[in-house]
């Protein structure tokens, strides 16, 4: 079946410092993948829709300059969290949905700031 | 307001015992609602998908009910193994919620001991 693909699955990184977070789509192609964030015991929370040759759209709330977006491509988007802190620390998860709008999630990243 | 409310919040029970797991939502209009299962660390897997004229669907031993005029979904686990220990969350489809169109529950953290 269709598969999301994300990666690093774990990071950890020193303040200040950028981390960069990949999803691919193998099977088909998004032209609108989602990151979410979830904190520990929590549901997840959408950060940003990442829209495919264009600029991605943020919640209320997400920093755009913290959290950088490219969809530079119809199967792969890229979540940048530049000057990381602690705070930063959380799992994230990519998705994107089929043509027939079946919602397929990445494996998460979990980033742990130093 | 689109909610999706689940319950229990967490539920314990021992290995080859059944439960049912709870879902009321308030998204309107409805397109879909899934079950997901989530374990700890990972991205969330689709379990059951069902739409407005389903009232019931299985997966192996996962089976999803629908109620689209009380807006209810259960999801039911028949021989708990350990391996489905994992946090589930119902997620709807439709209304005006998020960018993604999805409203999600948070999730019941379902424990199985031996």
């Known amino acids: 079946g269709a598969v999301v693909s994300q990666h690093p699955s774990w990071v950890i990184c020193k303040s200040g410092t950028s981390v960069k977070i990949e999803c691919r789509s193998l099977?088909?192609?998004?032209?609108?993948m989602f990151w979410y964030r979830q904190f520990p015991k929590q549901s997840l929370m959408l950060m940003a829709t990442?829209?495919?040759?264009?600029?991605?759209?943020?919640e209320q709330g997400v920093e755009k300059d913290k959290f950088l977006i490219n969809h530079a491509s119809l199967t792969l988007s890229t979540l940048t969290v530049t000057s990381a802190h602690p705070e930063d620390s959380s799992f994230y998860i990519c998705?994107?949905?089929?043509?027939?709008?079946?919602?397929?999630f990445g494996a998460g990243t979990r980033l742990s700031v130093l | 307001k689109n909610q999706v409310e689940q319950s229990p919040q967490s539920l314990i029970i021992l290995e080859g015992k059944n439960c049912t797991l709870q879902c009321n939502y308030t998204v309107s209009p409805f397109s879909n609602l899934r079950w997901y299962k989530q374990d700890t660390g990972r991205g969330p897997v689709s379990l059951t998908i069902m739409t407005f004229s389903e009232n019931t669907k299985s997966n192996g031993r996962y089976t999803a009910t629908l109620d689209a005029d009380t807006k209810q979904s259960s999801l039911h686990i028949t021989a708990s193994q350990l391996s489905d220990s994992a946090s589930y969350i119902c997620v709807v489809r439709g209304g005006r919620g998020g960018a993604d169109g999805l409203t999600f529950g948070k999730g019941t953290h379902l424990i199985i001991q031996p």
């Open positions: 998705s994107a949905h089929d043509p027939g709008y079946i919602q397929y």
């Open positions: 099977d088909f192609q998004a032209t609108t």
């Open positions: 990442s829209n495919e040759g264009s600029k991605a759209t943020y």
